[in-house]
Each structure stands twice: as structure tokens, then as C-alpha cells.
């Protein structure tokens, strides 16, 4: 779940950004300065292919591309708006800006590669990372930059992007410093129905790109986003071949696991109060993991009346009496605050996989580097699921970002 942080919280962060943006120079040179722009075209000629490597949408059912010699069109769902699109047009750098007309009347223009991007969209660090362009990000949000100070994933991507600054908190981005940056692009996340982060964003007249890989029904769609921001660095070849090597390895996982868990009775949820979760938060049959566990062969206990893309909140009494017949948890906390919650709240023993320590939850180590890879790498998370559900079919084998209860 994304919780907005506290008003107090947000203006401290601001203000952090504001007395850094007061420290020297305001422009990219400050945070290390943008990555150089290489391969521009140097002779355009009107009416060739200027993207030899071209990807193509073959899992999404959120957004698409098409190449129209110098320039491609990203179009894709607007989450945060039902019905609407939002389009990104990225012309080869050397080459004209396409004419703001007609379909392209409201897109947003990026020449391309992109070499001057801030990040506020966890899983977008993690494609961003998995495509070597670290050295595009000046500027990351506060929560982001946060992690670098105990996670050792996080702290090598602020070292190899030489410095990033704070641009402030999702919607409450700090226009100034995103301006003085001059940032080319900020990768949002973009949350769903009944969030603004990204509207805002381009209200205010900076380059919000919307990340929803989240918002994808099925897991190997969401990986498929780093097609999307391969497009943006000219990286489709490859973005393409990492997505062919998760596509690849989520379907060994799951033709070894098919028809071979059992009939497990199974549930995705939250139960740690400082993560949002007063008792238990859980996801139906229509999220992305409840569809991961039908993948499985799994049955879900939550799915009744639980019907939305992200789950929802349960109360004591209906999550007791929906989780009734759960013989196996998957629990998306870390594996440390857990167990606090566990002892802390005795009410959590009437659940028969707390009880019988029949769960696997988040490794408490890297627990916020795997959050940012999880909804890309869908590879190590099934494997994970599958690890928990049916151990005996991987033999000697530990979980990498969920691990079973001691």
C-alpha cells in the first residue's frame, strides 16, 4: 500500500530542498551533473528509421508503442483518470521536435535518450538500475533518498547517479528544484483511481511520466515496463532481452510448480500496524497477486467481496472468519515486524498459519530494495511463493525477498 507521508513530514522535506537548493549551483552540475547525450544524428535525413531496435508490447494491457521514423509514441492508460490516455513522444536527439498537434496536441515532448531524469516511483529506480542509467538521475524523492541510508542497493544507486537531490514527496514534488534541475523527465508512480501525483506533476508544468506497472492485472505485464523506460534511453534491445530472461524463468517456476502445491488454502496480506495495516489488509482474486496465486493453482481465502486492483482493510471479526480455512500466509511486512505484530497481538493466533507458522513474509535485510524490485523482477517472486508453498519441489533452496518463518 502507498501511504502519503505526513503534512509536517512533507514540509520538512521541502524545506530541506529549498536550503539545498540555496547551497551553490541550482542546475544539474550540483547533484553531479546529467549523463552526456551520445548518438545524435548528425545528418537528419526525412523519412528514415532512426530506432534500428524497436520494442514491442506483447503482455501489457496498460500502455503501447509505435516508431514513426524519428520520433516513437508511448500512449498509455491514465490511472489516475478513467478514459483518459496520456501520450509521451520521444524524438531522436539531431532529429526535428514532431509538430503539438492533433493526437499529439497534449503529449509530452522528451528528446531522446533521456539524460536528465528524477525518480519517485520505487519500481522505476529498479528498471532505471536494471538498464545501467543510473548516471541519468539527479534527483530522487525524499523517501527514496532515505533508503540510502540503510540499504546498500539504494545507497549504489545514489553513488553511481554522483549525487542526487531531494525533488520532495510524490504529489508534493518541489517545483523549484525540479526546474533548477532541469529534469528531461520525473518517473511517477502512478497509483490508481483517486490519487493526482502525475496530474498535478504536469499542472505544474513539469515532466511527469507515469509508472503504473502496478495498476497491470498480471505479473509478467508489470515486469514488461522496463520496455517503456527503455524507450526513453533508446534501450529497447536491452530492455527486451531482460524481459525475455524473467518471462523466461517465471515459466519454468510455474511449469514446475502447476498442479503440484496441493491444495492450498492462501492469502496475501499486511497485518503491521506502522505500514497501514490496523489489523489485516488483503488482496482478492482481481490484484495482480491474487491472479499470481490462481497461476499456482492456489486458492484464495480473501476474495470474497474483495474485488478492487489492490485489495482492501479487514476488521477482526470478518478477517477472522474469512481467513478461517487459510493454511498458508504470504505476508507482504517484513519478516522482524511480523513477529512483533504476532506477539503483540494475540488475536493473530485464530489465523491457523500464524499458529502453526505456516507463512513466509519480507526478508528484513534488503527488505526495501526488494520492494522496488519485486513488480519487475515477478521471476524471483514466484519462485519465492512457489519456495513457500511447496518447499520439497526446490530442494535446499531459500527465498530471496520473502523467507519462511524460523
Given at each position: 500500500m502507498r501511504k502519503r507521508?505526513?503534512?509536517?513530514?512533507?514540509?520538512?522535506?521541502?524545506?530541506?530542498?529549498?536550503?539545498?537548493a540555496g547551497c551553490g549551483d541550482s542546475g544539474p552540475a550540483a547533484s553531479g551533473g546529467k549523463a552526456q547525450r551520445d548518438g545524435c544524428v548528425g545528418d537528419y535525413t526525412e523519412g528514415r528509421d532512426y530506432f534500428p531496435d524497436k520494442a514491442t508490447v506483447e503482455e501489457s494491457e496498460l500502455w503501447d508503442i509505435g516508431y514513426h521514423d524519428s520520433y516513437k509514441t508511448v500512449t498509455l492508460d491514465d490511472s489516475e483518470n478513467a478514459g483518459e490516455?496520456?501520450?509521451?513522444?520521444?524524438?531522436?536527439?539531431?532529429t526535428p521536435k514532431p509538430e503539438a498537434a492533433g493526437e499529439l496536441s497534449d503529449a509530452l515532448f522528451v528528446e531522446v535518450p533521456v539524460t536528465n531524469a528524477s525518480v519517485t516511483s520505487f519500481n522505476a529506480l529498479a528498471m532505471v538500475d536494471r538498464l545501467g542509467r543510473n548516471d541519468t538521475v539527479t534527483g530522487l524523492s525524499g523517501e527514496l533518498l532515505g533508503w540510502t541510508e540503510h540499504d546498500e542497493w539504494y545507497a549504489k544507486v545514489a553513488g553511481e547517479a554522483?549525487?542526487?537531490?531531494?525533488?520532495g514527496e510524490?504529489?508534493?514534488?518541489?517545483?523549484?528544484?525540479?526546474?533548477?534541475?532541469?529534469?528531461e523527465v520525473v518517473f511517477m508512480s502512478g497509483f490508481g483511481q483517486g490519487f493526482d501525483d502525475v496530474s498535478n506533476a504536469r499542472a505544474a508544468g513539469l515532466p511527469g511520466v507515469s509508472v503504473s506497472n502496478r495498476m497491470e492485472?498480471?505479473?509478467?505485464?508489470?515486469?514488461?515496463?522496463?520496455?517503456?523506460?527503455?524507450?526513453?534511453?533508446?534501450?529497447?534491445a536491452a530492455a527486451n532481452a531482460e524481459?525475455?530472461?524473467?518471462?523466461?524463468?517465471f515459466r519454468d517456476v510455474l511449469a514446475t510448480v502447476s498442479g503440484k502445491a496441493g491444495a492450498r488454502r492462501a492469502g496475501y496480506l499486511c497485518v503491521t500496524p506502522e505500514r497501514g495495516c490496523e489489523f489485516v489488509y488483503a488482496h482478492g482474486e482481481d490484484t495482480l497477486i491474487g491472479r499470481l496465486l490462481a497461476q499456482l493453482g492456489v486458492s484464495n481465502v480473501f476474495t470474497r467481496g474483495n474485488g478492487g486492483p489492490n485489495g482492501r482493510p479487514y476488521d477482526y471479526e470478518e478477517a477472522v472468519g474469512t481467513g478461517a480455512d487459510a493454511d498458508f500466509f504470504v505476508v507482504y511486512d517484513p519478516m522482524e515486524t511480523t513477529r512483533q505484530t504476532l506477539d503483540d497481538d494475540p488475536?493473530?493466533?485464530?489465523?491457523?498459519?500464524?499458529?502453526?507458522?505456516?507463512?513466509?513474509?519480507g526478508v528484513d535485510d534488503n527488505f526495501d530494495e526488494?520492494?522496488?524490485?519485486?513488480?519487475?523482477?515477478?521471476?524471483?517472486?514466484?519462485?519465492?511463493f512457489a519456495i513457500g508453498l511447496a518447499p520439497d519441489l526446490f530442494p535446499g533452496e531459500q527465498g530471496t525477498c520473502f523467507t519462511r518463518a524460523p
Open positions: 507521508i505526513p503534512t509536517a513530514a512533507t514540509a520538512a522535506l521541502l524545506a530541506l530542498s529549498a536550503v539545498l490516455k496520456l501520450t509521451y513522444v520521444l524524438y531522436r536527439c539531431g554522483g549525487g542526487p537531490r531531494s525533488v510524490y504529489t508534493d514534488l518541489n517545483r523549484e528544484v525540479v526546474l533548477g534541475l532541469e529534469n492485472r498480471h505479473a509478467l505485464a508489470s515486469a514488461e515496463w522496463i520496455k517503456m523506460i527503455g524507450a526513453f534511453y533508446n534501450e529497447e524481459f525475455e530472461r524473467i518471462r523466461s524463468e488475536r493473530m493466533s485464530r489465523f491457523a498459519p500464524f499458529e502453526n507458522g505456516d507463512f513466509i513474509a526488494c520492494r522496488a524490485k519485486t513488480y519487475l523482477d515477478v521471476d524471483v517472486l514466484i519462485r519465492d
